[in-house]
């Protein structure tokens, strides 16, 4: 099974922590980021995974390696001094997908959620008709309008009460192959609306702990108790 981890950012948000280190890299109880979700994707069965470099990529790429230690596979994408954003970001490795479906992590978040659950949605997306699956959880404060509701099962923009994307998930190869309006540089958010639309995106609501580690402060807040 394939996933594809965002860690291109910049991380503008981190600052001073980011000045010299990728936030992928930043450390929750003496551990990159990136780590516990490699960590978690072996132990879930996923074998090869995807990491998007920009900013400070290779420091990225020397960390993790050729993703042995983790028991993974790991190939990167180089996407030069400007990131392509998201769903960039996966168009660009749609050759390297090979019309699999696969799990999309985003680098920078922490959770207790069990990566079992991302490879059972992998392996019945097409057969369920889905293009996307999104875990969900509950409103943070620094976002309490959320990003989604449920119905049924998929992801809509009108039901309530309103969800908030945590960075994980799985999608199809075709859930970007197949986007009209797919480019060099695109947020993914744009492909999910597309196909919410026709209630082809899933979502999966996680009631455990999860944290969008975008600023000094919430790094600080979860060392203390880590949540991955």
Not at 33 to 59: C, R
Not at 164 to 182: H, K, N, V
Request: charged share 20%.
């Amino acid at each position: 099974m394939k996933a594809f981890v965002f860690a291109a950012g910049k991380g503008t948000r981190m600052r001073p922590l980011t000045d010299h280190t990728p936030k992928p890299l930043l450390t929750v109880d003496g551990k990159p980021l990136i780590d516990y979700h490699l960590e978690k994707l072996a132990a879930a069965g996923f074998t090869e995974v995807m990491i998007n470099l920009s900013y400070l990529g290779d420091q990225i790429r020397a960390h993790c390696g050729n993703g042995h230690r983790y028991g993974l596979s790991i190939d990167y994408s180089e996407e030069g001094p400007e990131p392509l954003e998201t769903g960039g970001a996966l168009a660009h490795c749609l050759p390297w997908f090979d019309g699999e479906s696969f799990a999309m992590i985003s680098a920078d978040v922490v959770a207790d959620l069990d990566y079992e659950i991302l490879a059972r949605s992998v392996e019945t997306l097409a057969q369920r008709g889905l293009q996307a699956e999104l875990v969900l959880t509950h409103n943070p404060s620094h976002h309490p309008q959320g990003d989604f509701g449920l119905r049924a099962g998929c992801l809509t923009l009108q039901a309530t009460p309103r969800h908030t994307y945590t960075g994980i998930g799985t999608a199809t190869a075709q859930f970007i192959a197949e986007f009209p309006e797919r480019r060099e540089r695109f947020p993914l958010r744009e492909a999910l609306h597309f196909w919410l639309v026709q209630a082809k995106v899933g979502g999966l609501l996680h009631r455990g702990q999860w944290c969008d580690v975008g600023t000094p402060e919430r790094l600080a807040a979860i060392q203390s108790a880590p949540s991955a």
